[in-house]
Structures are given as structure tokens and as C-alpha cells.
Antibody
Framework: QVQLKETGPDLVQLTQTLSITCTVS????????VHWVRQPPGKGLEWMGA???????DYNSAFKSRLSISRDTSKSQVFLKMNSLQTDDTAKYFC????????????????WGQGVMVTVSS | DIRMTQSPASLSASLGETVNIECLAS??????LAWYQQKPGKSPQLLIY???SLQNGVPSRFSGSGSGTQYSLKINSLQSEDVATYFC?????????FGAGTKLELK
């Protein structure tokens, strides 16, 4: 069955770099796009970026050049890396699989990981 | 960016009642809209996609409607397990954007 699982640190120091791994099973990264979405405590959802099935990436400009997404298809893993962390980056970080509408590059998230809660500490 | 305005922010309803949640997009999103349910401590779960298509396994008491900039999620005959926060999301244009959420509680 389809599964996504995020692994990463609970705590990151102010201005340091966050690295999270999303390990997927039940589908291929060369067939489906995997996206990253975050949710600050008690708040809404924010789309961060995407790893396309063809290997390209797309980023929310809100993160400017802080964010990097990559993958290792042989390990079925997608990586999120974000630098210069601030306290308002404290959030639960989710990876999610995109189901594309036929004939388009857009779609909705049909499977989500359980998320990893990251606290940025000063 | 497309702004998604969701209302109400919170809602209290009785078991068996019908509930409506609205989502207004800042521009036409051509029915590229999904609804998710999120229970405390859990990840969002897809309920509705393409504005009105029910995701496999989701109870038929959930339904979606709308077009253009206005969309709604309807829950018929509210059950206790429907207590959750509901989010709308547009996927017509990047960056994908979400509504702020509607917290549904039992009266």
C-alpha cells in the first residue's frame, strides 16, 4: 500500500539548516510527484515545494533561495533542505503524494506522511 | 498568489445536523479545488477533489460543490467522527494555497 514517512530532527538551532527525508513505498518517484507542506502549531497549511516525477523541482517563492528539494530514486527518498532557520519555521513538515489530473501538471494530495514536528530553538 | 478565504473559522453543530463550509478563491480556479479533513495530531486526509468528486472510501454524507471562485463542502447527518478541522486547497496555479481552516465541534 502507499505510504510516506518523514524522518528528521525534533530540534534545530536558530540560523541552522533543516534536513528532512521522506521515504515512500507502494509507488515510484518516477511516476508520481511528491510535495512538501508545512503547518505551524495551531495554524494552517503552507505549500513549500515539489519534486516532479521527471526530476525537476518547483518552489514557493516565499522561501526564496532557502529551500532545496532533491531525491534518490534508488532509495525511494525525497529530501527537503532549508537553511537559515528562524523561530517562525517551527512547524510540522509533511510530504504528500500528488495525484495529477489527466492532461495537466496540477493535482491534489491523495496520500500524506504523518509529519515531523520541528522546533527551531534559540 | 491565489487567496483562499474559508468560512466560518469555527462551527458547532449537533449530531445528525447538516453542516456547510465555504471557500472563496480570489480568482477563478476552474474547479481545481480539494477539501481535506484533519484530526488533531494527524495528517490531512483527502475528502473531495475537482470540487465535487468524492475520494474513494470517504462516506457519501460528504459532498462538494461550486465553480468559479465559490465552493462549499457539505456534511449531511453529522457524526461524532466528523469532529475535525477542514481545509480547502486550490491547485489551479502555483503556489498551491489553502484556506485557513474550519474547526468543527459537536454542540
Amino acid at each position: 500500500q502507499v505510504q510516506l514517512k518523514e524522518t528528521g530532527p525534533d530540534l534545530v538551532q536558530l540560523t541552522q539548516t533543516l534536513s528532512i527525508t521522506c521515504t515512500v513505498s507502494g509507488f515510484s518517484l518516477t511516476t508520481y510527484n511528491v510535495h512538501w507542506v508545512r503547518q505551524p502549531p495551531g495554524k494552517g497549511l503552507e505549500w513549500m515545494g515539489a519534486m516532479w516525477n521527471g526530476g525537476g523541482t518547483d518552489y514557493n517563492s516565499a522561501f526564496k533561495s532557502r529551500l532545496s528539494i532533491s531525491r534518490d530514486t534508488s532509495k525511494s527518498q525525497v529530501f527537503l533542505k532549508m537553511n537559515s532557520l528562524q523561530t517562525d519555521d517551527t512547524a510540522k513538515y509533511f510530504c504528500a503524494r500528488l495525484r495529477r489530473n489527466i492532461g495537466t501538471t496540477t493535482g491534489y494530495f491523495d496520500y500524506w506522511g504523518q509529519g515531523v514536528m520541528v522546533t527551531v530553538s534559540s | 498568489d491565489i487567496r483562499m478565504t474559508q468560512s466560518p473559522a469555527s462551527l458547532s453543530a449537533s449530531l445528525g445536523e447538516t453542516v456547510n463550509i465555504e471557500c472563496l478563491a480570489s480568482e477563478d480556479i476552474y474547479s481545481d479545488l480539494a477539501w481535506y479533513q484533519q484530526k488533531p495530531g494527524k495528517s490531512p486526509q483527502l475528502l473531495i477533489y475537482n470540487a465535487n468528486s468524492l475520494q474513494n472510501g470517504v462516506p457519501s454524507r460528504f459532498s462538494g460543490s461550486g465553480s468559479g471562485t465559490q465552493y462549499s463542502l457539505k456534511i449531511n447527518s453529522l457524526q461524532s467522527e466528523d469532529v475535525a478541522t477542514y481545509f480547502c486547497q486550490q491547485y489551479n496555479n502555483y503556489p498551491y494555497t489553502f484556506g485557513a481552516g474550519t474547526k468543527l465541534e459537536l454542540k
